[in-house]
């Protein structure tokens, strides 16, 4: 009952938080308070949530007296270590992205449930950092007190609180508690603090430093795990190297995809960052080397997913930087040429798209996964099978034999999984969130000054090529890159209209 409680609590909060000005007005309440107020409701609910994942055992000592005293302490000690810290990047915004910078990538393999998870324990501590160094700033200076609100607060509000929601018909309440507490509620607040800080900490230029310094030394690892031929953390991908004909790698992630996802961001900034600094000839040398050490790690990754995902966010940012008619030829032409060379060269290519069962066994089992999340959602046509439901679910409409022969039981397909854990009502929801940021990118990657076109336009292509990563991966919603990225465009779109800037570069611009 305290999860169900926390989740309607939480979707409550958002709202009350996230509703816009001009909707919350019936609630008679001074739109900074309202907020504040739903900010700290969606607080409550986050810890109230995380209370039920704590493990039995630390639970019985925490029953303790002195194992009481010892928490309070604790919780005290931190929380006047984060205030002060807080107090400091009041005025130092920027630090608080190098942070960010630093922490996004990092995951902590911890115990949650009875289950063994990866779970970005820094970036928590970061949020939170960031909300009271939020607070500072708004305490110290009247002009911060004015809420930022952006257009995607109001379909972000009702597809987020609808999922928090779907906690309550779930079939599997633990694993959505799970999901609540490690990534909507905290990569919402995620989303809420950049946006607020976005202007004041030079977040881009210090993202961007930040991400592709720390790259380098992910790949370098990457690649030195393919020339040892071992890898970290993943026994799974052990024995799957064993029997492969690829050894793939990892560096500091789980999965090689997640690790390609990674390099393919940061591939794109330095695409970026070489656009606007191309008369300098030491940055151009400078990232391209960077580059040549990306593409390394990449190529041992060997995620397809990645690779998709890298022509994807070149060819969206090519069109904001060369015209959309060349790049829309070059792009057919090289389509065109590499299709009929692929055919034509390999018996494989022509045995997967002629055959159903080959093209299920490339795909390695993805197909069926997703028609097994279409079964799902027929099911529960309306309002879905409820949060975390589709591994439970899956796995219940398999027999004893199914289940021994298939590897995994969680989709691959973000949309599908959508369907069906929320039903038409989440879909819908998130197709309209989808859509609106996708609008506000191509604005973002359309203002006619090149440095805030080309980053909008490369944060759009990060955003796209993470959405198409995760048609064939998922983990959209639980990376917090998707939320970090979509912040990015909202803030660019209404720094440009706020400054005049807004409108087309060129006639070519996407």
Known sequence: MVREVAAIAGAAGMAVMLLPRVLGGPLRIPDGARRVTGLIILLA?????????????????????????????????????????????????????????????????????????????????????????????????????????????????????????????????????????????????????????????????????????????????????????????????????????????????????????????????????????????????????????????????????????????????????????PVVIVAVIFSVLGFGVAVAGSHQVRDALTSTSRLSKVSEGRFDLMGGGVDLWKAHPVVGGGLGSFATDYSAQLSGGELRKTRVVISHNAPVTILSEEGVVGFALFTWLSVLALLVGIRAGRERDDDVGVPGAMMLAGLVGIFVHALLYSALIEDPYTWLLAAGITVVVATARSNGLRGPGTAEAP
């Open 45 to 325: 609910a986050w810890i109230a949530m995380a209370a039920t994942l704590v493990p039995s055992g630390i639970q019985d000592r925490l029953a303790r007296p002195t194992g009481a005293v010892a928490a309070a302490v604790a919780i005290v000690i931190g929380l006047v270590a984060a205030a002060f810290l807080g107090r400091l990047l009041a005025t130092r915004t920027w630090v608080w992205f190098l942070l960010l910078g630093l922490a996004l990538p990092i995951r902590v393999p911890i115990s949650v449930g009875g289950t063994n998870a990866n779970l970005l324990i820094p970036l928590y501590g970061v949020i939170v950092l960031g909300l009271i160094t939020w607070a500072w700033q708004a305490r110290g200076d009247s002009g911060s007190r004015r809420w930022t609100s952006t257009v995607l607060d109001l379909p972000l509000m009702l597809f987020a609180g609808f999922t928090l929601v779907s906690l309550c018909w779930s079939s599997d309440i633990p694993e959505a508690a799970t999901k609540i507490t490690f990534f909507w509620i905290p990569f919402l607040l995620l989303y809420v603090v950049a946006v607020q800080l976005w202007r004041r900490g030079r977040a881009l230029p210090v993202l961007a430093i930040t991400t592709m310094a720390m790259a380098i030394p992910v790949s370098l690892l990457a690649v030195g795990e393919y020339i040892s031929r071992g890898v970290l953390w993943n026994h799974r991908l052990e024995q799957a190297n064993v029997y492969s004909r690829f050894f793939r790698v990892n560096s500091i992630f789980y999965d090689p995809n997640i690790l390609g996802r990674y390099l393919v961001l940061a591939m794109l900034i330095g695409v970026a960052v070489a656009y606007l600094k191309r008369a300098d000839g030491r940055v151009l040398i400078a990232c391209a080397v960077a580059e040549i050490i990306y593409a390394a790690g990449l190529t041992v990754t060997f995620s397809r997913s990645s690779a998709l995902m890298l022509m994807v966010g070149l060819f969206i940012m090519s069109l904001r930087m060369f015209g959309r008619k």
